[in-house]
């Protein structure tokens, strides 16, 4: 494999996603590269759909082949939600809203999902998906992470949230690890 095809940029406006994705990559000898971009979220169910729509603006629009990632939080109390709506329900209610939403249900397990979307530019995106189960903490707990980080307590872990964690630990399990582990394998043999 050449040098220059070991590349790719990754389209997104949030620093932390793309620190994390790069540490994965990083160890399949793929260079992910930031490219800041907004992504338009058209509206869908599917976070596929919302990553493959924003990879193929940013492939065209920057000319260049990326990456885009549409994640979500799903709260089975809530029967999802926020789900594919969790940046807007992030930036409106935040944890403290979705702490209040959730109440002190007994069930209090919930998903991260991410679709991570590849394209080059005029061509079809192809998708990789990556999930992690766990639960929906009392309170908020930790500084590090962006987002839920602080209310999520994956299961396969100790106890901690993910903002309690370092980012590799957060890696070991987490949506954006796995869909970009999953990513990174395609991209290396696929070449
Ligand atoms: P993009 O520019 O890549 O779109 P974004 O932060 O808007 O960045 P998303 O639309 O994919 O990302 O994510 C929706 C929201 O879901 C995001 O704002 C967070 O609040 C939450 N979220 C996604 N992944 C998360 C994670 O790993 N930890 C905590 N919250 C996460």
Known sequence: MRGASRSVYFATKNKAKYLEAARITATYGVHLRYLPFSKQEIQAEDLREIASFAAMEAAR????????EDAGFFVDALKGFPGPYSSYVFKTLGTSGILKLVGDVKNRKASFLAAVSYCEPNRRPISFTGTVRGLVSKKPKGSGGFGFDPIFIPSKGDGRTFAEMQIDEKNAFSHRAKAFRRFARWFTSSR
């Open 61 to 68: 629009s920057k000319v260049r082949t990326v990456v885009a």
